[in-house]
């Protein structure tokens, strides 16, 4: 797993407040400091009102977005929340999960599909380490296969992958999923940087 989990990783933490679903509150926090079988990770202030439920020895659940995807993480608390931090921690061997499974965020930006008769150009939705969500006029039927390349970043290179267009959603005509099936691990880390950063940003408004 330390090849995955590094600084700056989104971390969500499930706690457990009661007995019932509604009980189970979400937290979004950020690795601050890795370790062979402990995470220093961020506890935003905000959530002050779960604190008395993360003393030491606490069991929690960790979901860490990483690059390969989520790895859950059964976990108990090491360090309950100070100063905008805690320690939790978990065994390596028996208690890792990992699903292919990435955070999605909003990013309207270039989506290229190559057809027969050329490139067609469209908008994204969402982006995401696993494909993108877009809209399109021109109708695509489920399951076909397309060359695409996607742009990121304003000046940057565009990412290029290979992959199947579905539709997930008939009450949305004009959307569809690009859903990856061969891109590069580099360019794959460049996507999910990405939403890291648009998730934080977004963090910052509220």
Known sequence: MQNHVKRGLKVQIEIDTGSSIASRNIVDCYILEPEFDRLTISFPESRADLIPYLSEGSEIKAFVYTFSGIIILDSIVYDAPFDGRMVIEFNEEHQIIQRRKYLRMPYITDLFLQLDEGNYRTDTIDIGGGGVRFHSEKSFQNMDKYNAQLRIEKYGHLIKAEGVVLKKN?????????????????????????????????????
Not at 171 to 190: A, G, L, M, W
């Open 170 to 206: 008939f009450y949305k005509p004009k959307e569809y999923v690009f859903e990856f099936t061969q891109i590069s691990e580099e360019d794959r880390d460049k996507i999910i940087k990405k939403c890291i950063n648009l998730e934080r940003e977004q963090n910052k408004k509220y």
